[in-house]
């Protein structure tokens, strides 16, 4: 007869991904997994493969829980207050992010990308998602009257992009609010 898991999976991968999130993957050991999750060793390699399968599954819950970026950028009406809303809860959520998590996909970027082309790969794919999301949106807000016609909502969408994941940035490394307000005030003035 089989034995039955003594653990949750789904709690166990949500606390991978908090650890994953607060200390990065190089500096998080399989020792710091099995005391964070509770559950031993063998039977995370049985459930979750290795270390690098279990950040891969982490990173995919953090995603899954993110920003729904498609619901907040296709409700009807007018679409500028919707990018707007979105760019200033990126800077509120970094001025508030008291354990300097940051994002994991940024984090993923700066630790792992570098060398990790499976890892390049997913992080791009979802910069590219954030990205056609945004201009979507724009191409919207301009036949709308919303964005002016001389304004390129591709580089738009390119350039908050950036910003987004820059203030992430910030975040992480300090919570300085007139630096993270200001830089998504100048983003947002160039919507007009």
């Known amino acids: 007869m089989?034995?039955?898991?003594?653990?949750?999976?789904?709690?166990?991968?949500?606390?991978?991904?908090?650890?994953?999130?607060?200390?990065?993957?190089?500096?998080?050991?399989?020792a710091d997994l099995v005391e964070?999750?509770?559950?031993?060793?063998?039977?995370?390699y049985?459930?979750?493969g290795g270390?690098?399968?279990?950040?891969?599954?982490?990173?995919?819950?953090?995603?899954?829980?993110?920003?729904?970026?498609t619901g907040r950028l296709t409700r009807p009406g007018p679409v500028?207050?919707?990018v707007r809303e979105l760019v200033r809860q990126y800077a509120d959520e970094a001025a508030h992010d008291t354990l300097h998590r940051g994002c994991l996909l940024v984090n993923t970027a700066v630790e792992l990308a570098p060398h990790d082309g499976e890892l390049a790969r997913e992080v791009a794919r979802n910069w590219d998602f954030v990205e056609d999301c945004l201009?979507?949106?724009?191409?919207?807000?301009?036949?709308?009257?919303?964005?002016?016609?001389?304004?390129?909502?591709?580089?738009?969408?390119r350039?908050?992009?950036?910003?987004?994941?820059?203030?992430?940035?910030?975040?992480k490394a300090s919570n300085d609010r007139d630096?993270?307000?200001?830089?998504?005030?100048?983003?947002?003035?160039l919507l007009g």
Do not use: C
């Not at 270390?51 to 970026?69: C, H, P, V, W």
């Open 135 to 157: 201009a979507t949106a724009l191409v919207r807000a301009q036949e709308q009257g919303e964005l002016a016609a001389d304004k390129d909502p591709r580089a738009i969408a």
């Open 2 to 30: 089989a034995r039955t898991k003594e653990f949750d999976p789904d709690l166990a991968l949500d606390r991978a991904m908090e650890l994953f999130w607060r200390k990065g993957y190089e500096a998080t050991s399989m």
């Open 51 to 69: 270390k690098r399968e279990l950040y891969l599954k982490s990173l995919g819950r953090y995603l899954e829980n993110g920003i729904d970026f």
């Open 46 to 48: 049985a459930t979750f």
């Open 36 to 44: 964070h999750l509770g559950v031993a060793r063998a039977s995370i």
């Open 80 to 82: 500028l207050p919707a």
């Open 179 to 189: 630096r993270l307000d200001d830089a998504a005030g100048q983003a947002l003035a």
């Open 159 to 171: 350039l908050l992009l950036v910003v987004l994941q820059g203030l992430r940035v910030i975040g």
